[in-house]
């Protein structure tokens, strides 16, 4: 006989299984005679960043995150050495139904689950039906701020009456995250992760988005579009592969997928309500959602429903009838209305009407016209103009007066209260806004008095950008444009400091070019173990070759020509920061070079594609913050990067950041180029 946790309240059935951070068990809420899910957490969770402490405040915090198409939390505590959560009971979830679908499971005795659903194809309006639910519950989060970060069938579940849901309580809890990373963790398999979850980039609602179209394609082929034996290479394939393409009996699915899954998450669809929208779209296009199937979804459930529908048909009926008989008593009307007996007089009573009209306008005498006698136009406009202000106002004009008198005082004090308070910009701004009713005195005065303190607001957040920049150029930017500003002294005294730097680093910059290393700019033709002799030779990094390598680089960032390069003292060598926007093969890297050149980028025309050598010199020992092994004054985007050398006839060296390791990889594989030329 199995022995079960005790929660007081609950009593524990069953058990359902377990999970990355919990034992999950089938329960019933006792006072209620109410199946729940209780997860019991794993204790290790509760062993980082006083998380046992945060666990309750968060969890709270949590069971207010409310809407239908979220799962309900029904309760978080903690008994004894147990922290658990009860969630509402969800029988079903989409994994059980793609699995169903493609007959990977069996539907259960009987025919049906408990839903009632059957094993039978999921029609195109249920599965958009249960895609536009998701997306209001991604929608309302996205708007509360929070980014779900493992959205996959299995977290995507159906309550008793077939209403989706989606599980979002592991993404609610900061706390998890935090823990899930400690014990090595990721949120999500990397199967439906974003290209910027792999990359370690700050995500947002997008992401999501992506996620929920690696589902849609799951749930529309019955496989993951991407899949490999290591979690990198599913990563990079996200990274880089194109959005898979549908077959052509689901090609009508096949936009709203691109627009979901793009690579690039600014082409990506923008939030839940667009996503919404989309699906609307989509629906009126697919020839087998007619309208009989979409009554499917409206049929009432019980027979109150049902006699509330009959009703509103049959009074719909008497509108109908109501709109003939008013019809037909208008064809009537006009039929009487056209008969001569009637007509004719009335035709004769207008025509004499609009003769007499016309004998009182001919006998009316035209208004009068003033003239003012040549030469005497501008004292005589100036009176009417004395005349029209001595003149009271009429009513219409006293209110809007009194209308402009009270949005003028509004915004005017709120300028002063702004001003005292030391908000300058703010000032500004409700005071233009007041003068645009009328200006005063005491306004005009105010006016002076902002610009007065705007420019030396401008002038201390000048000093204090350069200050905070510590470079000579930027000082002397300041000094430049303030020349008899107000920090000018002080400025003065950080050139001289700035200066004596400036010599000092030139000083070392000397030196250590004259120690730096010389390595080789001509390609070759290089076997794995000369890559292997190499990486010993000068200490360069790689997790398989040389785990303890640890070349000390000396990297300076220069604007030149306002464009970015890194200049690295220990090599010497001058490199593109960010190099190319996109992957592509050996063949297109080589030409955008070429166009680098033509555009002299940062006034030079020989950059060129590294060596082995060059590039491996980048490698550090030690995984970022941004999961990539190369400095951050680099780009985090050029994750692999091509040299010029080869490996045999068919294949090329490449550096992969991401991994920390050398490669080789074919001619026509997609990867991205980081430009070198030499420092002279």
């Known amino acids: 006989m199995d022995v079960f946790p005790v929660i007081p309240g609950f009593r ?79 029988p079903e979830s989409l994994r059980n139904k793609i699995n169903r679908q493609f007959g990977i499971e069996e539907p ?200 509330s529908e009959a009703k509103k048909k049959t009074g719909r009926k008497k509108e109908i009838g109501a709109g003939v008989r008013k019809k037909k008593e208008r064809e009537d009307f006009f039929k009487t209305l056209l008969n001569p007996k009637i007509l004719v007089p009335v035709v004769g009573v207008v025509v004499i009407i609009g003769v007499l009209l016309v004998l009182f306008m001919k006998s009316s005498p035209p208004p009068a016209v003033s003239k003012v006698p040549a030469g005497k136009d501008q004292t005589q406009q100036k009176k009417a103009d004395v005349e029209k202000k001595k003149r009271p106002l009429t009513v219409k004009e006293r209110r809007e007066q009194r209308e402009k008198d009270t949005q003028f005082q509004y915004k005017f004090r709120l300028a002063q209260r702004f001003f005292k308070k030391s908000q300058y910009q703010k000032a500004m701004d409700k005071l233009i806004e007041a003068e645009k009713y009328k200006q005063t005195a005491e306004s005009k005065q105010l006016a002076e008095k902002l610009t007065v303190k705007l420019a030396e607001k401008k002038d201390d957040d000048t000093f204090k950008q350069a200050l905070a920049a510590r470079t000579l150029t930027a000082m002397e930017e300041y000094v430049k444009q303030y020349p008899s500003g107000r920090n000018i002294k002080e400025a003065g005294k950080e050139l001289v400091q700035l200066r004596i730097e400036e010599k000092k680093r030139q000083a070392e910059r000397r030196r250590i070019l004259a120690s730096s290393l010389k390595l080789r700019s001509q390609y070759k033709d290089l076997t794995a173990q000369e890559v292997k002799t190499m990486l010993a030779k000068y200490n360069f990094f790689d997790k398989y070759y040389n785990k303890t390598g640890n070349c000390k680089n000396h990297f300076e960032v220069k604007t030149v020509k306002e464009d970015k390069i890194v200049v690295d003292f220990a090599t010497a060598l001058v490199w593109h920061p960010s190099g190319s926007p996109e992957y592509m093969n050996l063949e297109k890297a080589k030409q955008w070079i070429v166009e680098l050149n033509k555009k ?20 550090e020992n030690a995984e970022s913050r941004y999961g990539l ?22 294949k090329g060296w490449v550096i992969d950041f991401f991994g920390g390791d050398v490669n080789r990889v074919a001619p026509d594989y997609n990867v991205f180029v980081r430009p070198v030329r030499s420092y002279k």
């Open 12 to 90: 524990i059935e069953k058990s359902l299984g377990g999970g990355r951070i919990a034992d999950v068990y089938l329960g019933v809420q006792e006072d209620l005679d109410k199946k729940v899910v209780i997860k019991i957490l794993h204790p290790e969770l509760f062993l980082y960043n006083n998380f046992a402490e945060r666990f309750p405040k968060e969890a709270r915090k949590a069971k207010k995150f409310v809407h239908p198409n979220i799962a309900n939390i029904l309760d978080v505590g903690q008994w004894e050495e147990y922290h658990y959560i009860v969630l509402e009971y969800l």
């Open 629 to 650: 092994f190369v400095d951050a004054v680099f780009s985090r985007e050029q994750v692999y990067i091509w040299t010029g050398d080869t490996f045999g006839k068919s």
């Open 600 to 619: 002299r980028y940062a006034g030079y025309t020989d950059w060129r594609l590294p060596t082995l050598e060059e590039v491996a010199s980048l490698m």
């Open 108 to 307: 259960p005795a009987g025919g049906e689950d408990e839903t009632g659903e059957t094993g039978e194809k999921l029609e195109s309006y249920k599965l958009l039906h249960i895609l536009k639910q998701v997306a209001w519950a991604l929608d309302y989060a996205h708007k509360e701020g929070m980014i779900h970060e493992d959205i996959r069938p299995e977290n995507i579940r159906f309550r008793e009456d077939g209403t989706p849901v989606l599980d979002f309580f592991i993404s609610l809890v900061t706390g998890f995250k935090a823990a899930l990373k400690k014990k090595g963790i990721t949120m999500a398999p990397p199967h439906y992760g974003s290209p910027e979850q792999a990359l370690k980039k700050p995500l947002d609602g997008k992401s999501d988005i992506y996620s929920l179209g690696v589902v849609l394609y799951e749930t529309l082929i019955g496989k993951i579009p991407y899949d490999a034996e290591e979690t990198i290479a599913i990563e990079n394939q996200h990274i880089m592969e194109p959005v898979p393409q549908l077959p052509e009996t689901l090609s009508p699915y096949q936009s709203l997928l691109d627009q979901m899954m793009a690579k690039n998450k600014e082409e990506r669809v923008r939030s839940g309500v667009e996503l919404i929208r989309l699906i609307d779209e989509l629906g009126y296009k697919l020839p087998e959602n007619r309208r009989k199937e979409q009554r499917k979804l409206e049929i009432p459930s019980n027979p109150q429903d049902a006699l």
